[in-house]
């Protein structure tokens, strides 16, 4: 079946480290893939998406390329900021299903 | 903008006790979704919908009963609830299939 599977939190890192939150999927057919944040209190808000392979998605500094070859959708960024502190959720989806699977999330703390 | 709304927010039951979550959208979307989302175990979708009068089972239905009435409106109810229930629940809506979903703020729910 689909599925999801992240790096394990927690991810602590220093303002202006360079971020890196493995991503790699299991799935039929070819599924577009997504990265959602969850800031405490809230629900998931879309961050980036890509929706074939070599696609790159990006969004407020973040980027993750959809890799077919590896099954992987990374999530980076060069410079993270103490306001990117949240839990990072990988997610695919295939067009034809209505099943959204995600990973089990991460989370990112980053000190000033 | 109100996007998904979600009522109520927290929730406190006693074992055996019924309960019926709420979830508005205005964003005139098709598909709705339950999720619940627990320690370590990401979202898991628990019944869906695409199009009014229209339910369907995801990955953990069992305990939950969903209806559709009103396109806007997706309602989740235990009417029998267990500690085990005891989660934060997400509604999510999207235009269509494989298409990013906006999440409500969530349910914090309680089973004593």
């Known amino acids: 079946g689909n599925s999801v599977t992240q790096m394990e939190g927690p991810v602590t890192l220093s303002e202006e480290a360079f971020l890196t939150i493995n991503c790699t999927y299991t799935a039929t057919g070819y599924p577009s893939l997504f990265w959602y944040v969850q800031y405490p209190g809230e629900g998931l808000q879309l961050l980036l998406k890509a929706t074939k392979a070599d696609d790159k998605g990006s969004n407020k500094g973040f980027e993750a390329t959809y890799r077919k070859e590896t099954t992987s959708f990374h999530l980076e960024k060069g410079s993270v900021q103490v306001s990117d502190s949240a839990v990072y959720f990988c997610?695919?989806?295939?067009?034809?299903?209505?099943?959204?699977?995600f990973g089990a999330g991460t989370r990112l703390t980053v000190k000033p | 903008n109100a996007g998904v709304t979600q009522t109520p927010k927290f929730r406190v039951l006693k074992t055996g006790q019924s309960m019926t979550l709420l979830c508005a959208q205005d964003m005139n979307h098709e598909y709705m979704y339950w999720y619940r989302q627990d320690p370590g175990m990401g979202l898991r979708l628990i019944h869906y919908?695409?199009?009014?009068?229209?339910?369907a089972k995801g990955e953990v239905p069992d305990g939950y009963n969903v209806s559709r009435l009103k396109k806007q409106n997706f309602l989740l109810g235990l009417e029998s609830a267990a500690p085990s229930q005891t989660s934060v629940y997400f509604c999510?809506?999207?235009?269509?299939?494989?298409?990013?979903?906006?999440f409500g703020d969530g349910t914090r729910l309680s089973i004593l």
């Open positions: 999510a809506s999207s235009y269509s299939q494989g298409q990013p979903q906006h």
């Open positions: 997610a695919l989806s295939r067009r034809n299903n209505n099943d959204m699977r």
């Open positions: 919908s695409v199009g009014e009068g229209t339910t």
